[in-house]
């Protein structure tokens, strides 16, 4: 359910806005996501995980609130990002 060293360290690479740049927003946004769309694919196979699904709750709270910061700050920067992750339909 989690997300390997190796694949945050390819989303950190991708997303961030200068070298050795692991906190930004859009770095932050882009984990989130990777480690929600696992807990996703976790819960077609275990659908009465109630415990995880709690916390993939607070994973989404957390997300919205990120993303919420970075719409206020730079819009587009938040464009830009929704758009590379797919986020808005």
Not at 5 to 22: F, I, M, P, S
Not at 25 to 47: C, D, G, M, Y
């Amino acid at each position: 359910m989690s997300i390997t060293a190796k694949r945050k360290a390819e989303l950190v690479k991708q997303y961030a806005t200068k070298e050795g740049d692991t906190g930004s927003p859009e770095v932050q946004i882009a984990i989130l996501s990777e480690r929600i769309r696992n807990l996703t694919e976790h819960f077609k196979t275990h659908k009465q995980d109630k415990h995880s699904r709690r916390g993939l709750m607070a994973l989404v709270a957390n997300r919205r609130s990120l993303l919420d910061y970075l719409k206020k700050g730079s819009t587009e920067r938040y464009a830009k990002l929704i758009e590379a992750l797919g986020l808005r339909k």
